[in-house]
């Protein structure tokens, strides 16, 4: 790493710890808790970051490489005294890089003459079942499966090579050993363990892993192909839009997800707006969807760019599997797995663009597309906006909060204050004017934690991560106190 | 911004000068004005997703799905135009020069632009078949300069018509600040021809307007716009390229297909859409032999138009 210059094009495909409800993770044991995030960035590269456990808690020995990513220091720790006062947080610590690797080079289509850029859209980490990770990784074409695992023994006393490897010369071997493992210094190793080609036309834009722990789904713009983590060389096709005739386009794919239990079900959304719910037991080729979540549009509000505000960005199913999020262009949407008629919960994330869409249009960021995410809890969802906000929701009273993700206005440890957006009436000290909105700072990718309130925010090539400090449980953070 | 809901009340506003007064008139241009900003930022958003189709990534693929979307607003706008009987002008327009000049229709369109600029100086209705093509005369940019002729053509009842407009009147179209956000909800009107020459004052001093502001960039254009001009009237189509782009299917660039639904953008899939910024079908062609050549042109050319 290192390269400063590359880390600017970073626009991290960002994913997080992936701690399902199978992996033994006891939050009672904090000294076995590895807590791993992964960013991917426009490079190929792909940071794991590590959560120091508080037995560990020195001063870490990587963060000259953190900096390069992360101007500020780890944005995120406590010291130990308040830990011990707030108790439960036991594990609490800094998030410092793990490991880094090349996940994915540039490629060059020879048949279409065109580049295969080597940015990573997603990465989803699979459920830990021993002591190392795997990780999926995926740009336009390829899927990689990557193994990471740690080595803190190394054999040594080999009797016909010496320490660095080199064969011994014969003759200076007086007496024989038997190689005994001894403790090394921490090393991290990346492997590439598949490598899923060949699946797709056109760019993959989703990868899921599924519940049951041996397959995943990968969708594209028009297809979605299902894999088994062990085989690369077939995977079978379960979702198939592409017209006969490719001038009567006019829907694509946009995400996919299976569901967190159930791994028969899976979720894909449009640039229509709807989201459709396939099971895979009615049919090998899920075209036909089980249940179509779709809500009607607004005649008195129809416009030119109706139907690109209404393409679905990104999809997630909540926690306990009864709750689709979706985000479109300006609203955060919850929508109840057994009600497809419309959602249950509309969020405006930034409705003062709405009177902007032209403008937004002609810089292409009505393009744009951003992420939503669960808390643990399914109690709150967050999403992200433009001049380095992002949106938190509760969804038991509704509200809303505005942060930001800006170094030059937040310092480590210090609480987020939450931001206003002046929209008229009374204007207050810290607002920000609509026209002052910086577009090209966009928060699309983010993550939180499946357990506690930790998120992790992707701002550019800039990674920050907040936490809750007061109730750092499962419940709802405490919005407008203490959040680091 | 554009609703489609409500229905103008042209036709109310165009009986009554008849019966009222100077009230009736003044609110009826007031209306014409409004109707005619809306066709105006209609065309405008036209032009724009026209550009953004055509403009793209040359190395990579361009995105599916933002191709996809642009492309429904495009036949959106051309649905509502149809309605409204713009679009009929403008494919009237075109065959009409169709059956003038030897080279196909779609290679007119940015003949279109220009000859109807000229002549609208000297007043004249008919295009007379001028053989400036765009070097990347794609389909999209085909149709860009087909909507901007179609208003032009409209414009040409005016005589207020500025006669430096030929140029001007292109990097006018692309410069338009879309403003409309504090526009009036548009309403929709059942003839925008008529209405267009009836409030040719204004909508000719907003063009002018444009025009000004935007004299420098004129020459520029111009300049960017000469390039445009092929050098040899009717060249032979290159055989070599020819070859090379014989399996791409020649109806992509179909007049009709490209004016009536505007079908085969969205087929500009990852392979297509480069091609058909790099390629043009053996029939149409007139400037493929200039058209390798001027890609690099087209990017210094597009940053020129956007940026404006």
Same mark, same amino acid.
């Given at each position: 790493m290192g390269e400063d210059t590359e880390s600017s094009k970073g626009n991290h495909s960002f994913l997080r710890d992936y701690v399902t409800e199978a992996d033994v993770i006891s939050t009672v044991d904090s000294t076995t808790q590895e807590n791993l995030l992964a960013t991917g960035d426009k490079g190929g590269r792909v940071v794991v970051f590590q959560r120091e456990t508080v037995s560990s808690l020195l001063p870490p020995t990587s963060s000259h490489l953190l900096s390069s990513l992360l101007p500020l220091p780890p944005l995120l720790s406590q010291p130990k005294g308040e830990l011990d006062q707030v108790g439960e947080t036991g594990e609490s610590g800094e998030y410092n890089v793990y490991s880094t690797f090349q996940s994915h080079e540039p490629d060059f289509d020879y048949l279409k003459s065109l580049e295969i850029e080597e940015k990573i859209n997603k990465i989803r980490w699979l459920p830990q079942q021993n002591a190392a990770h795997f990780l999926l990784s995926t740009n336009d074409k390829t899927i990689k499966l990557w193994k990471v695992s740690e080595r803190d023994k190394q054999p040594e006393g080999y009797n016909l090579k010496d320490e660095e490897g080199r064969v011994k010369d014969i003759s200076t071997v007086t007496s024989l050993q038997v190689p005994v493992l001894r403790p090394t210094d921490l090393m991290v190793e990346v492997r590439p363990r598949r490598v899923f080609s060949n699946g797709h036309t056109y760019h993959v834009n989703s990868i899921s892993v599924n519940s049951d722990g041996e397959t995943y789904l990968s969708a594209d713009d028009l297809r979605i192909n299902m894999w088994h983590l062990g085989i690369t060389d077939r995977s079978f $096709? =379960?979702?198939? =839009?592409?017209?006969? $005739?490719?001038?009567?386009?006019t829907e694509v794919i946009t995400a996919a997800e299976f569901h967190p239990h159930h791994c028969h079900l899976f979720v894909y959304s449009s640039s229509k707006g709807s989201l459709r719910l396939c099971d895979m037991r009615a049919s090998a080729l899920c075209d036909r969807h089980t249940k179509l979540f779709e809500e009607p549009e607004d005649p008195g509000s129809r416009s030119f760019f109706s139907e690109i505000v209404s393409s679905v960005s990104d999809v997630k199913f909540s926690h306990n599997g009864r709750y689709l999020l979706t985000r479109d262009y300006l609203t955060a949407k919850v929508w109840d797995l057994h009600m497809e008629k419309g959602p249950v919960e509309t969020y405006q994330v930034h409705d003062y663009l709405r009177t902007k869409l032209c403008s937004l249009y002609e810089n292409d960021c009505i393009f744009d597309k951003f992420e939503c995410v669960w808390n643990s809890s399914d109690s709150v969802i967050m999403t992200g906006a433009y001049n380095s906000f992002f949106r938190m929701f509760d969804r038991e009273t509704g509200r809303g909060v505005t942060l930001e993700a800006w170094r030059e206005t937040s310092k480590p440890r210090a609480v987020l204050r939450t931001r206003r957006i002046y929209t008229g009436g009374k204007r207050r000290r810290g607002d920000v004017g609509v026209d002052s909105l910086d577009f090209t700072k966009k928060i699309l990718h983010m993550a939180w934690h499946p357990e506690e309130n930790i998120i992790a925010i992707a701002s550019t090539n800039n990674l920050y991560i907040f936490q809750d400090r007061v109730s750092p449980d499962t419940q709802g953070p405490d919005l407008g106190s203490d959040t680091i | 911004m554009f609703p489609k809901g409500t229905k103008r009340k042209f036709s109310d506003s165009r009986e009554e000068p008849v019966a009222g007064g100077e009230d009736v008139n003044q609110s009826s241009l007031a209306a014409v004005r409004m109707l005619s900003s809306y066709s105006l930022q209609r065309q405008s958003l036209l032009d724009m997703s026209l550009i953004k189709l055509q403009l793209c990534h040359m190395l990579v693929e361009p995105n599916l799905c933002r191709s996809v979307l642009i492309a429904n607003t495009v036949r959106q706008i051309q649905e509502e135009m149809t309605q409204d009987g713009t679009w009929q002008i403008m494919t009237q327009a075109l065959s009409a020069a169709n059956a003038a000049a030897q080279c196909s229709a779609d290679r007119l369109v940015a003949t279109e632009v220009l000859c109807r600029q000229t002549e609208a100086a000297q007043g004249e209705q008919v295009p007379k078949p001028f053989p400036v093509v765009g070097s990347e005369g794609c389909p999209a940019e085909e149709v860009l300069e087909e909507e901007e002729a179609a208003a032009a053509e409209v414009g040409m009842t005016m005589s207020t018509v500025s006669p430096q407009a030929p140029t001007s009147y292109l990097p006018g179209t692309f410069g338009m600040d879309p403003c409309w956000e504090e526009e009036e909800t548009g309403e929709d009107d059942d003839d925008d021809e008529e209405e267009d020459s009836e409030e040719c004052g204004s909508g000719s001093e907003g063009e002018e307007r444009e025009r000004d502001s935007l004299v420098e960039d004129t020459r520029t254009a111009e300049q960017v716009f000469g390039t445009f001009e092929i050098k040899n009237p009717a060249p032979s189509p290159d055989p070599a390229l020819e070859e090379l782009f014989s399996d791409v299917d020649a109806s992509y660039y179909d007049l009709d297909t490209v004016l009536t639904g505007m079908q085969s953008v969205p087929k500009m899939g990852p392979y297509d859409l480069l091609e058909s910024l790099s390629s043009h079908g053996p029939s149409p062609l007139s400037s493929s032999t200039s058209c390798r050549s001027d890609l690099n042109e087209l990017d210094h050319i597009m940053e020129i138009i956007v940026g404006s």
């Open positions: $096709n =379960i979702v198939d =839009i592409k017209p006969a $005739n490719m001038e009567e386009l | -």
